[in-house]
């Protein structure tokens, strides 16, 4: 009887501890612009790369921005057993960017949601302070299917021009994240548009209640920042999408995914075998591109 006892409380132990391990991922997939398809940057080859991507990662959950409706459905139809969360900036329903949080509907549970927009008036649709743009933060409350663990992602797009609406937007986000999650543990993730030397970024950093899982990461991979602008070449320090995590999340891996994919170089057709391959390997000209302007971010977390 103490064996079998034992035994499931051994059990209970192992899927309690399952369930608090979290993948969480941070997206800005580029909105679909006709200038971006005549550059050979093709919103169809690109959702399907993405799309690949995610299903291979499989986060628990993950936080887009620069999602357009159509994009949300395109990327819901390809991605394997993901929802979405999030509401449009322009009119609270479906014209304007999304900044949706997509979740496995397989491992977690969807209890409570909502939307705020980055300004003086959170609760209307509106344009905050200095922005160029409506932006909003998207919330969800969540619970684990297996082992029943509760927590909070907040997912946003800070502006791109407006400092003073960065500034007092992330200001209004730690505020909100202090009343609607009172202490619960809680996710950030986004597209900040400040890189990690940057005063925004400190407010979050320095709130005592957000960690930045890149600078708490117990392993990294990130030999890129996060923004390159489609250039496969470009380098640069400057991390803008940042993952945050509550101080009682450990952070295990962190990753910038800087994959790309290739189409056809039409300058250079033909094909030429390696020097040092097998016979049989020949090798075509193709040029690499991107998947969006940003590189995804991917955290692996537990609750300590």
Not at 170 to 194: C, M, Q
Request: proline share 3%; aromatic share 12%; glycine share 8%.
């Amino acid at each position: 009887m103490k064996r079998i006892i034992f035994t499931l409380s051994m059990l209970v132990c192992l899927l309690a501890a399952d369930a608090q391990n979290l993948v969480i991922g941070t997206y800005n997939i580029r909105l679909f612009v006709t200038s971006d398809e005549q550059k050979g940057e093709v919103w169809r080859t690109r959702c399907k790369v993405m799309c690949d991507q995610i299903n291979f990662e499989q986060p628990d959950a993950f936080g887009g921005q620069e999602v357009l409706y159509g994009q949300l459905q395109d990327m819901l139809q390809q991605l394997d057993g993901y929802d979405a969360i999030g509401r449009a900036r322009d009119d609270g329903k479906d014209t304007g960017e999304f900044s949706p949080i997509f979740y496995k509907k397989d491992r977690l549970r969807l209890l409570d949601t909502g939307t705020f927009w980055l300004s003086e008036t959170p609760d209307q649709v509106s344009f905050g302070w200095d922005a160029a743009c409506r932006r909003v933060c998207t919330w969800g409350k969540f619970k684990t299917r297996k082992g029943g663990f509760t927590f909070y992602h907040f997912n946003l797009h800070m502006d791109h021009i407006g400092v003073t609406a960065r500034r007092e937007g992330a200001k209004l986000v730690v505020e909100r994240i202090r009343s609607i999650a009172k202490g619960a543990p809680v996710v950030l993730t986004g597209d900040f548009n400040v890189d990690q030397h940057d005063e925004v970024y400190r407010i979050f950093s320095e709130s005592g209640i957000l960690n930045d899982s890149y600078t708490h990461a117990r392993l990294r991979f990130a030999e890129n920042g996060t923004f390159v602008d489609f250039d496969p070449d470009a380098k640069t320090d400057s991390r803008i999408d940042h993952i945050f995590v509550s101080p009682g999340f450990a952070v295990d891996n962190y990753g910038v995914l800087t994959n790309g994919y290739w189409t056809l170089d039409l300058d250079h057709v033909g094909t030429s075998q390696t020097n040092e391959g097998p016979a049989q390997v020949t090798v075509e000209h193709y040029r690499r591109h991107t998947p969006s302007d940003h590189y995804p971010v991917i955290a692996k977390i537990h609750w300590r």
